[in-house]
């Protein structure tokens, strides 16, 4: 089993700045890719940012410019950097990896974390 634990949520002003940190531990062999989704009530989550085992990124049209994504491979942990936070940011925020847990494995297994919350506020 894999576990995502995720911290840096919290309430923010318009315009400030969160960091968000995602800790993947447990039965991991590697890891192909970390990103970070994000979800208000009443619709479907989405993707707000990835990166994949060779650093290549993707990111949300809407957070271009503002998020970054990083990650420190040693430590199995991945950063989601927040500036210029927009009341429209508001959502609960998922960490998400995929694991393989041995080399035997062919396919990576898909894992959550159980989401921090991320208020802006106008």
């Known amino acids: 089993q894999v576990q995502l634990v995720e911290s840096g949520g919290g309430l923010v002003q318009a315009g400030g700045s969160l960091r968000l940190s995602c800790a993947a531990s447990?039965?991991?062999?590697?890891?192909?890719?970390m990103g970070w989704y994000r979800q208000v009530p009443g619709k479907q989550r989405e993707l707000v940012a990835l990166i994949r085992s060779r650093d290549s990124t993707n990111y949300a049209d809407s957070v271009k410019g503002r998020f970054t994504i990083s990650r420190d491979n040693a430590k199995n942990t991945v950063y989601l950097q927040m500036n210029s936070l927009k009341p429209e940011d508001t959502a609960v925020y998922y960490c998400n990896a995929e694991v393989r847990s041995s080399i035997v494995m062919p396919m990576a297994r898909t894992y959550w974390g159980q989401g921090t919350q991320v208020t802006v506020s106008s």
């Open positions: 447990g039965s991991i062999f590697s890891i192909d890719a």
